[in-house]
């Protein structure tokens, strides 16, 4: 298990930017493919951002290409997701997780460890 701890959600105006953090508890964190998920309201969890080991290789639904970058930093133990041109579709809390293996990164269920989850709220 991969201890995960989201940090830098927040209020902010649509068109703004936001910065998410994950840190994550381990000494092998190289050997995680790390994902970001969210969830509003009443809706279904949904994948975000994917990320490789070392992360040579991003995945993004499509809504937040070209807004979102995800990135991680090894040396750190952390993975990033940089959001910008927000919009009030992206008002949700959001999910750092970390997968052993991954067949596929939209899968949640290839994730193994689950952060808390950090609010993002985008104000029309």
């Known amino acids: 298990q991969v201890q995960l701890v989201e940090s830098g959600g927040g209020l902010v105006q649509v068109g703004g930017s936001l910065r998410l953090s994950c840190a994550a508890s381990t000494r092998a964190f190289s050997s995680y493919p790390m994902g970001w998920f969210r969830q509003a309201p009443g809706k279904e969890r949904e994948f975000v951002a994917g990320i490789s080991k070392i992360g040579l290789s991003t995945y993004y639904t499509d809504s937040v290409k070209g807004r979102f970058t995800i990135s991680r930093d090894n040396a750190k133990n952390t993975v990033l997701l940089q959001m910008n041109s927000l919009k009030s579709e992206d008002t949700a809390v959001y999910y750092c997780?970390?997968?052993?293996?991954?067949?596929?990164?939209?899968?949640?269920?290839?994730?193994?460890?689950w952060g808390q989850g950090t609010q993002v709220t985008v104000s029309s």
């Open positions: 997780a970390a997968a052993p293996v991954v067949s596929d990164y939209h899968n949640p269920r290839d994730y193994a460890s």
